[in-house]
């Protein structure tokens, strides 16, 4: 008899390794059955998890630490051992800003920022994100900071879900918002919105959801962890196989995941996306990243630089506790221990420089084919996390 | 010493739900409860009311953007958090398992809460229960009314009375191992095509 994991999940383009999981097979090649259950709220999925209605969960990246911290939701240890995409995220501002901005001849990001900093609106710009703990949030901070704005005084951040960003730029609630597809590309085909950055342009290699699971599931049951990362990693490849991309679009497409057009998720998976309602069209390269050199490893130095601007911007007191707290969260170990014979190479470290390369860099590791992508933040900053550690 | 009212506010998308729980909780001796939908200005509504205590549906969208506001007022005079008490890990596994969600000012004694959220659970448990019990009796009836045109046709059809008629759906649903009630829709169907 197979053994069941319960897994809840938000319907976005990156539930996609999930679905896969599922859908496709690679659990039951593990001897494991799937239950995927759809949720309406970050904070359901957290506490489902939390209060062992889960037995894994799709969580924010930032999610995990910040219940590791005690910092929302219900008291649990959450242990990340798997990232299950990089990237895939956008930032838009809605069509009334845009049109505002264009009559003095800005376009694209520059618009949106230059709009913040002369209050095009007699008011501060609202800018919508998921959750209040998100790769969102902390990339529209650090974008914005990087342009000399002040996220806690120039604009106001509204946390509206999902699915329901276009209704909020609709109904004029947000001016701007930073989402993971397809509900960006959603607000663009409404007319409501234009795409004015990637989320990569702000950090080329910011992990977005991670596969979270509680400390106390994954001591007791071991064998069933290994069988789920195994199962997860080959489903990972198949998601990232562009000659799988039209099968799988039509799998989200369906109501019981995303409950969005396939041809609207198909442009996130291969990453061509329409940027403005009159269909203005672009190539974005390593848009939403499934699998790819060390893309799902769960580097300690990712959990890290969450850490560190959740300190930036006084969500969190940091301390030597803390640290240890941000560092525990991600589980290379777990990734290594589960994953030694399946993964085509492992890195050789659990933690590296953030921000250091513009191109695709050998890396040292166990079989020396390990190439590390690029991972250039939008100021050219790079990140050290043994400064903070 | 005088216990002052606890003031609670009840988000939820059923409003039926919602007067049965304010309507639990003044016979409770809870009389201060505010029921809100969901609307776009939440937030400002809340920031209003000042409630001690907040229910909320977890099949509510909303629910995230009030963690925000809670993340928010931690820097504030009455820092509102989930009800998270740890010696009592439970009831909040019943809570959440109930489908909703307590969020409490910081400081309100445990002893005051917990009969609250008990009620809560019990209401969120007792709805549920009712709407699965409706639903099943919705099922049955809509089923039945559709073997009843089903039979009518066939006994127009074939000329043959009611027993016989409801023989032939059996008969069919057995044979091809299908709900009778598939069968009826079958032929309603095919009758309302071929008219």
Known sequence: MSTQVRIGFIPLVDCAPLVALHEIGFAREEGLEIALSRETSWSNVRDKLAVRLYDAAHLLAPMALATNLCLAGPRAEVVAPYVLNLNGDVICASARLLERMAADGFEGPEAMLEAIRRDALDRPVVIGVPFFFSTHHYLVRYWLASAGIDPDRQVRVEVIPPSLMADAVRSGVVDGFCVGEPWGSVAVDAGLASIVLPGRAVWAAAPEKVLGLRRDWVEERRDDLHRLLRALYRASMWVADPGNRTILSELLASDRYVDAPAEVIERALSGSLTLTPRGAQARVDRFMVFHAASATFPWRSQALWFHGQMARWGHLAASPGSTAIACRTFAPDLYREALAAVATDLPGANSKLEGALEAPTPAASLRGRLFLGPDRFCDGAVFDPDEVA | ?195
């Open chain 2, 1 to 195: 010493m005088v216990r002052a009212l606890m003031k609670i506010v009840v988000i939820d998308l059923q409003p039926e739900r919602a007067r049965m729980i304010s309507a639990a909780l003044g016979d409770a001796g809870f009389p201060d409860v505010v029921a809100l939908a969901e609307t776009d200005n939440l937030l400002d509504r809340l920031a209003q009311i000042d409630p001690d205590a907040v229910l909320i549906d977890l099949e509510a969208p909303s629910r995230d953007m009030l963690e925000q506001m809670f993340e928010l007022s931690r820097r504030i005079k009455r820092p509102v958090a989930m009800f998270v008490d740890e010696s009592d890990s439970a009831s909040i596994a019943a809570a959440v398992e109930a489908g909703v969600g307590a969020y409490v000012v910081n400081g309100l004694h445990r002893e005051r809460i917990k009969p609250v959220l008990d009620l809560a659970i019990s209401r969120f448990n007792a709805f549920s229960r009712l709407n699965t019990e409706l639903e099943t009796t919705r099922a049955a009836l809509a089923e039945r009314k559709l073997v009843d045109r089903a039979k009518g046709i066939l006994m127009k059809m074939k000329g043959i009375d009611e027993e016989e008629a409801y023989k032939i759906l059996r008969r069919t649903a057995m044979n091809q191992n299908r709900k009778i009630g598939d069968i009826a829709r079958s032929v309603v169907t095919a009758a309302e095509i071929l008219n």
